[in-house]
């Protein structure tokens, strides 16, 4: 069954949303009216799709594209026409845990990060 497909925003999608940023407390949250999720260690990235163009973007707004190919590719085959998507970047070791340590050398080394 085919889902029937979203229409797309008559302003199109924004270039770019200023990352919301966790705060630090001492304890979490009660109640039905919050949501918690796991922090992964890597990198804050939002996937920009637009009409099958991708562009993958950091919390500050820079352009990582170039950076993640791979993850292009993948956005870009998602069954959608538009979406901005919010997510980590990680670099996750054999065991399933994440490792910043991976990503930061893959970038710093200028390797492509898949």
């Known amino acids: 069954m085919q889902r029937p497909c979203a229409q797309i925003h008559p302003d199109g999608l924004p270039q770019w949303i200023k990352a919301q940023l966790i705060r630090l407390l001492d304890e979490a949250?009660?109640?039905v009216d919050w949501l918690h999720d796991i922090k992964f260690d890597g990198?804050?990235?939002h996937a920009r799709l637009d009409r099958g163009k991708v562009r993958l973007l950091a919390r500050t707004g820079l352009d990582w594209t170039n950076k993640c190919p791979m993850i292009a590719v993948a956005v870009s085959s998602l069954p959608l026409r538009q979406a901005y998507l919010d997510g980590e970047l990680c670099?996750?070791?054999p065991d399933g845990t994440t490792s910043f340590s991976i990503m930061r050398n893959a970038s710093d080394t200028a390797t492509q990060m898949r």
Request: hydrophobic share 20%.
């Open 29 to 31: 949250p009660d109640g």
């Open 43 to 45: 990198y804050r990235i």
């Open 91 to 93: 670099g996750v070791r």
